[in-house]
């Protein structure tokens, strides 16, 4: 045991000295790996080099999610397109009933910018974008109740944290807010949501939802679309 712990303590005396030299070289590596997965993973799957653009538009034609594709090898994923500017297509309500993919869809648009930043090919036919700063999700029903956060309180704070932090660069995905109450209060509030980003925060959003009321809302906002 003694003659052990002696070696470990020459081992790390010996790193010690080459502690810069060995730190550079881990960096070198992990950068390595990281390209080289990204590499593989575009030729597997057919990825595409994405553009990016200074008009904040998010323009992507056949788009996959990259990883429901690989999860359901032999099913085929319909690709979907997607477009939307600080304009007339800035607010996108999407309605559809359960398991329709609306969640999937969502998601999907925002791995692809999430996956263009950071310098990857992204699963698509041609895919061009601008830079978002941030990207905000409201997704799935969750409690704190042990903190005295009902599902419906932890869903009011998640959407107001991203109404006082979202800007018109940001890209926001809201997943059917206003359930987690009485059906008319729910509308209300999801209807007020979208008229404050529509006409305050000016974010791309992409917005969830079964209240059908809600697609009123294109023939009375300007940048809203169903």
Avoid at 104 to 109: A, D, G, L, N, S
Wanted: glycine share 6%; aromatic share 8%.
């Amino acid at each position: 045991i003694k003659l052990e712990y002696e070696i470990f303590q020459e081992i790390r005396e010996t790193i010690k000295k080459n502690i810069n030299r060995l730190q550079k070289t881990g960096k070198l590596l992990a950068y390595l790996d990281v390209i080289l997965s990204f590499s593989l993973i575009a030729n597997q799957y057919n990825f595409i080099r994405p553009t990016l653009n200074n008009k904040g538009t998010i323009d992507i034609k056949d788009g996959r999610h990259p990883v429901v594709e690989a999860t359901i090898k032999h099913q085929l994923f319909v690709p979907n397109d997607t477009h939307m500017d600080l304009r007339d297509d800035m607010v996108q309500i999407i309605t559809g009933p359960n398991m329709a993919g609306k969640s999937t869809y969502m998601r999907q648009v925002a791995l692809i910018v999430l996956m263009a930043q950071i310098g990857t090919f992204v699963p698509a036919k041609k895919a061009t974008m601008g830079i978002v700063d941030r990207i905000f999700t409201r997704v799935g029903a969750s409690d704190d109740l042990s903190q005295g956060q009902s599902t419906f309180m932890v869903e009011m704070s998640e959407v107001a944290n991203i109404l006082n932090n979202a800007t018109e660069r940001s890209l926001l995905l809201l997943d059917e807010v206003g359930r987690g109450t009485s059906t008319f209060d729910g509308l209300s509030i999801a209807w007020a949501i979208i008229e404050y980003i529509n006409c305050r925060i000016r974010s791309k959003t992409l917005f969830s939802t079964h209240y059908h009321e809600l697609t009123e809302l294109e023939s009375i906002m300007q940048h809203v679309k169903n």
